[in-house]
């Protein structure tokens, strides 16, 4: 009996301890059911919240190589579910192809190296245009340190990469107009140490009323001028007189002598140069055709321009664009052209020194100015002007000049034309100690080689250096040598020596 009793207190107590137990496994999973429904709550929240936050997101299976992505981000590339399928490939493949290899580089250094991944790239739509994503992730590595899966977020960033491009291209071309500027700048600094010997063209004689006539004519346009005419009548004048009448005025007249400098400086001088382009080219330099985009750019003695540097100006002048010396990048300006030359451009085609299609280029308009000795009527009008000029610069006064000095002067050949002249006058108004101009030069009336029509510009250009030469003692630079009374810098006057085979004897 009493054993009895016994086993049915351990059968009572028994069950109690498993009611109890299924009680607390039954409250435990209750627990697991809510806190599970809490946390999928809260996981909802944070992936809305995150998308909301951002323009998408994205998790990458590793193992199976698919990719889970955010309606936002279809939606953004236009792309339905079929069109943009959950594969890695699929990704890859609209991916701009300048971004591709960058964008898998960053992927693959962040699964080795666990440094952060941030990219930006962009991404073809289903339009066909390209939007810029900001995309930042985090991978997950199992046990073995192997990733198993990558998960993040991408932003649309499309308007502010617009803006920095735009910000960018803006720097850009501030750059560019500021190193113009600089250019032109410096460029005008070296125009301001010159003295020029006109103001204005002074005459009345019907032969420059013409050369005014022609310059009023062709002024206003954009036509590309020619001015011919012998050493020192005053061609540099006419071109600035054509670029002060033009819509262009406004810019400086730039221009550069072809005949002062070598064939790799011409070149640089004209086009400009990169850095390291050549010896000596320390630093990038614009040429004279950028410093002169929207002016008027002036080439005197454009007939010693090398033959190897012709192909390029007429590029230039036909198509408006060159390459800098050291660089392949086409640059395109809007530049007027006025050439001058004293040599006879047509002769020199048929010699082979000058190409016939940069002749037919250059003498669209073209304009002779004429020698002093045959606009004799203007010789007293430049006479009284260069003396004046001259008188006050050197503190003197001279109130009149005889009939005797003005026959004289009007007789000359002056085969130096107008920069003779004023040579001849200089050397007079220093010797004239009274009011009176005392002529000192020994001005004698031509012979008659030097009238003859056969003989060339070169001939009476080479006599007459030689004369100027033999008479200082063959004395090139310094006072009262050859360059200065000729008025050329001693460098010029080396390199027309040089021309035209002078040499002491």
Known sequence: ????????????????????????????????????????????????????????IWDWNILSDTVFYSNRFREILGFSLEEFPDEMNSFRSRLHPEDVDATMTAIKRHLKDRVPFHIEFRMLTKSGSYLWFSARGQAVWNHTGDAVRMSGWIQDITERKKAELNLNEALSEIKQLKEKLEAERAYLQEEIKLEYNYENIIGQSNEINYVLYKIEQIAATDTTVLILGETGTGKELVARAVHSLSQRKDRALVKINCATLTSTLIESELFGHEKGSFTGAHTRQLGRFEIANGA???????????????????????????????????????????????????????????????????????????????????????????????????????ESIPSTVMNVLQNYHWPGNIRELENVLERAVINSSGPKLHLVDELKKPNKDISKTSRTLEDVEREYIVLVLDQTQWKVSGKNSASEILGLDRSTLRARMRKLGIEKS
């Open 1 to 56: 009996m009493g054993s009895t009793q016994t086993e049915i207190i351990v059968l009572a107590i028994f069950c109690i301890i498993v009611t109890l137990f299924l009680i607390g496994l039954f409250i435990q999973r209750v627990r697991n059911s809510r806190d599970q429904s809490i946390l999928r709550k809260s996981e909802e929240q944070y992936l809305r919240a995150l998308e909301i936050s951002t323009d998408g």
């Open 296 to 398: 008027t750019l002036f080439l005197d003695e454009i007939g010693e321009l090398p033959l190897d540097l012709q192909p390029k100006l007429l590029r230039v002048i036909q198509d408006g664009e060159f390459e800098r010396l050291g660089s392949s990048r086409t640059i395109k300006v809007d530049v007027r052209v006025i050439a001058a030359t004293n040599r006879y451009l047509e002769e020199e085609v048929r010699k082979g020194r000058f190409r016939e299609d940069l002749w037919y280029r250059l003498n669209v308009f073209p304009i002779t100015v004429p020698p002093l000795r045959e606009r004799t009527k203007d010789i007293s009008l430049l006479v009284d002007y260069f003396v004046k000029i001259i008188s006050k610069r050197l503190g003197k006064t001279i």
